[in-house]
Structures are given as C-alpha cells and as structure tokens.
Nanobody, 120 residues
Framework: VQLVESGGGLVQTGGSLRLACETS????????MRWFRQAPGKEREFVAG????????DYAESVKGRFTISRDESKRTAYLQMNSLKPEDTGVYYC??????????????WGQGTQVTVSS
C-alpha cells in the first residue's frame, strides 16, 4: 500500500496550491479519502474528506470556501485545491485513506506528508 503526496511548497498569503495523493496497493474506489495537517507544536487535524460517491464531502470550518477536495478514480488520486492561503494553513499535509466495513472494522492508510508553507 502506498499513498504519495505531492504539490506542497512555499507560497505567499493569498496564493494557491494543489496537493495530489497518488495511491496504489488497495481498492481505491472503496475508500474515503481525507486530508489532515499538522502545524509545528500542534496536533494533527482534519482538513477535508471525500467519500464515494464523490458527492459526499466534508471540510473543517477553517477551510470552508477556500479548499476543495476531489478524487479521480481512473488515476487513483485524491486532490486538495487550496486557494486564498493564509499563514495559519502552514503545516505538513497528510493524505489518508479509510475504509469502514459493516462489522465495524476500519482499514486506514497514511501518506508520508508534504510541507505547505504560507508566508505573510
């Protein structure tokens, strides 16, 4: 199983970045895809999630209206479009794949993270 994030970098306040999470080794279409982030000295927090069908999306209040999560089944890839970036968006962004099955078990996979830095 692999989840590989890309697209992070340094951007000025108000700028945009598009993160990608390429996956392999599991049945992508069955998993919900989520993005988390972790700022220095803080706990990892949920940013956005997308189910399957992709019409089911969820966002942290702090990013609503600025970030958009999407997925491409043919490419087994999830994306996070980040607009109007703020310094408080700085952190390591992690991709997560989660499958919940009927008996209550969960299967979860994480990427290695990609750094996003927003300068003021």
């Amino acid at each position: 199983v692999q989840l590989v994030e890309s697209g992070g970098g340094l951007v000025q306040t108000g700028g945009s970045l598009r993160l990608a999470c390429e996956t392999s080794g599991f049945t992508f279409r069955g998993y919900a895809m989520r993005w988390f982030r972790q700022a220095p000295g803080k706990e990892r927090e949920f940013v956005a999630g997308i189910g399957n069908p992709a019409s089911n999306t969820d966002y942290a209040e702090s990013v609503k209206g600025r970030f958009t999560i999407s997925r491409d089944e043919s490419k087994r890839t999830a994306y996070l479009q980040m607009n109007s970036l703020k310094p408080e968006d700085t952190g390591v962004y992690y991709c997560n794949a989660r499958l919940r099955i009927l008996d209550g078990r969960e299967f979860e996979h994480w990427g290695q993270g990609t750094q996003v830095t927003v300068s003021s």
